[in-house]
């Protein structure tokens, strides 16, 4: 059995989502309120593109074969713009200095997560890439912010997510509400076909291939 499971549900949306809005409140309990915001605004730009990429290859078709690009990695995308963020202000309790160091093993453990979705047959090379520069982008957003928060605030970036986490089957909650809206979006653009992709490796070549399916929505 490999580690691979054990590691994709930290760039789930189920985890993500709730370590998102826990950076938000700490902020803005911590005095940053402007910073608060941003930080709402430039991710919740980035869940948009990987939204908007996964219509256009759901209900659409749109995709880049010769690349193996059929949609953008969330999974990147998410822990590109969390961690990083997330280390840095926990760490800021010790200093400027362990704050940047923090910053880096947020980058650290986005690579990971990187290597963990093309070893997984999660995504692809090019999905994956897309899904960090997106991450990358908000991550460009806080670089230069020195903050400095209270212990309390900083309890709140693990303590609230995990409380959510064991409080509320956080799976059972977003997962319908994507199906939910997936369908609703389908309504909205008259697609008649929904498409899904799957990666898989030859066990005597080793080599990895990408399967698309078509299924009729009417």
């Known amino acids: 059995m490999t580690l691979w499971p054990l590691v994709i549900p930290f760039g789930d949306s189920s985890w993500t989502l709730p370590l ?25 730009a980035g869940l948009a593109v990987i939204v908007a990429g996964k219509l256009a290859f759901d209900l659409g078709g749109w995709c880049l074969p ?39 093993l947020g980058l650290a453990a986005s690579m990971f997560m990187a290597v963990t979705l093309l070893a997984g047959n999660y995504h692809t090379l090019s999905e994956t890439l897309a899904g960090m520069v997106v991450g990358a982008a908000v991550v460009c957003t806080y670089l230069r912010w020195q903050l400095n928060l209270r212990p309390a605030h900083l309890s709140l970036l693990v303590a609230l997510p995990v409380a959510v986490v064991l409080l509320v089957d956080m799976h059972s909650t977003v997962n319908p509400t994507k199906a939910a809206l997936w369908q609703r979006a389908a309504i909205w653009f008259g697609a008649t076909e929904q498409y899904t992709r799957q990666i898989s490796t030859d066990p005597v070549s080793g080599t990895r291939r990408v399967s698309v399916r078509v299924r009729s929505l009417s």
Request: aromatic share 12%; charged share 10%; net charge positive.
């Open 20 to 44: 998102s809005a826990s950076i938000a409140i700490a902020l803005l309990l911590g005095g940053h309120r402007a910073r608060a915001v941003r930080w709402i605004a430039c991710f919740g």
């Open 66 to 104: 010769a690349l193996g690009f059929y949609s953008i990695s969330g999974h990147a995308m998410q822990t590109m713009a969390i961690y990083p963020l997330l280390f840095m202000l926990l760490f800021s309790a010790l200093g400027p200095r362990a704050a940047r160091c923090g910053f880096l």
